[in-house]
């Protein structure tokens, strides 16, 4: 479960990926299963990496939400997969 | 139970790494990517830039051979850490400033350090012998494993036929007969053990996976640090340097001018760091002063940004000049004429 308190604002504006999904990863390393983070971006190829990391590494995107230049999107920290 | 080996791959994106990584899981190998980021990487970056490339949204494809590998990837930022490396490559550099033996002695000192913190068993590189002139020979394979400390436990699966055994394969953790013998710059053993492992697709090798191997970029790399006395930058340097026009009419100071909309939207980000002009009379693009300046300079930086506006043929052009603390002065100038423009401004 999360509330607003568990969540975590990363402000990627004006990186180039892969930073943002750097900075997306070092915050959810920090963050229990559950949390969100919800990063705020203005390269739109954050829009396809940031999904495509969370999808390989167990985590779950919310929403995405575009306005002018700007990309937020939510991620739900997913429980570590078994090997 | 028999144990679950565990290998991190070296993954760049292109379809050697891609074929390493395969060939353990082959073997029942779990296997997780690493992916190093240094700030020159050439993945992302300018297409993200230009609005004409954004068009085309280009996928990272470290990610995507992860994605059809169905393993993890992590990303590295060895930005600060990798500065040493550039700076002073014991094993020099290549045809441009890539210290690609370096670098890659460096990457497989920091998967050794990731393994060990995360409880993994060997190390795997896409590397081929041959493959590329003086970063993937014979006599650099040891190299690298030795200097980074890495020793048996790093695993060339593509080549490892033609190297001594390894740790994995003495231990009886992979079966040393399912490694392969690929050698040489011939890009065919890869195309059809691709075909045999079902991939249709992958990124075409581009003949470096950064910057540090392209020439104009490395040109304007040397440049910096010239200017700066030192070798030394921070990531907004490294970045800049892939965008827009560069021109140094004077020792002191560089303009980065925009070449397109896309560019001007980027370079905005820059205003608190750099004094920035833009024409306001004509359309034109805006551009960055990274240096020192007297007022002198600054007019003669407005007429050079003049030159590249729609007012190139106006007897005066009005630019506004922006400091990095946000004040702002209006200035007006005539554009430089075209035989003005020295070619070795130019970088
Ligand atoms: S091309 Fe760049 S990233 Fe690749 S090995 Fe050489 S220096 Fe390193």
């Known amino acids: 479960m999360s509330n607003s308190e568990d969540t975590i604002v990363v402000d990627a504006r ?52 575009s306005r002018d230049d700007e990309h937020i999107i939510t991620l739900e920290v997913g429980e570590e997969s078994p090997l | 139970m028999t144990k679950q080996y565990k290998a991190a791959a070296l993954i760049s994106g292109g379809l050697d790494s891609m074929l390493a990584a395969r060939a353990m899981q082959e073997q029942g190998i779990y296997v997780e990517g690493l992916n190093f980021f240094t700030g020159f990487c050439v993945e992302g970056h300018t297409h993200a830039i230009r609005k004409k490339d954004q068009a085309k949204p280009k996928r990272n494809n470290a990610l995507w051979v992860a994605e059809q590998l169905g393993m993890k990837l992590h990303f590295v930022d060895v930005v600060e850490e990798y500065k040493e490396v550039l700076f002073n490559p014991k094993h020099g550099y290549g045809a441009n400033l890539n210290p690609c033996l370096d670098c890659k002695i460096f990457m497989v000192e920091k998967a050794l350090e990731w393994i060990k913190e995360h409880d993994f068993d060997f190390i795997i590189t896409g590397e081929v012998i041959g493959q590329r002139p003086k970063s993937q020979r014979k006599e ?43 050698s040489g710059r011939t890009r065919k053993p890869q195309m059809a053990l691709a075909k045999q492992y079902g991939f249709e697709e992958y990124a075409q090798p581009a003949g470096g996976c950064c910057f540090l191997t392209d020439a104009p970029y490395a040109v304007k790399l040397a440049d910096l640090w010239k200017s700066r006395g030192e070798k030394a930058y921070e990531l907004d340097d490294i970045m800049l340097l892939k965008v827009g026009r560069h021109l140094r009419p004077k020792p002191e100071f560089k303009i980065i001018i925009s070449r397109e909309e896309g560019e001007g939207k980027f370079l905005q980000g820059y205003k608190k760091q750099y004094i920035s002009l833009k024409t306001t009379s004509h359309a034109g693009p805006l551009a960055l002063l990274d240096g020192r300046v007297t007022p002198e300079d600054l007019a003669f930086a407005a007429r050079i940004v003049a030159r590249y506006s729609q007012g190139r043929n106006a007897d005066q052009v009005e630019l506004e000049i922006r400091e990095k603390d946000g004040t702002t002065q209006t200035i007006s100038v005539a554009p430089m004429a075209v035989h003005e423009i020295r070619k070795e401004w130019l970088l």
């Open chain 1, 14 to 65: 004006r990186l180039l990926c892969p930073m943002p999904v750097i900075r997306v990863q070092n915050a959810v390393k920090k963050l229990m299963p559950g949390a969100r983070v919800e990063a705020i971006c203005t390269d739109p190829g954050a829009l396809s990496d940031i999904p495509v990391w969370a999808r390989i590494n167990g985590h779950k995107i919310i929403a995405t939400v």
């Open chain 2, 140 to 182: 650099t394979m040891p190299v690298i494993a030795r200097e980074s400390g890495a020793e048996g436990l790093l695993l060339r699966p593509l080549c490892g036929k033609n190297l001594p055994a390894t740790t994995p394969e003495t231990e009886g953790w992979i079966d040393r007969a399912g490694l392969f013998d690929f």
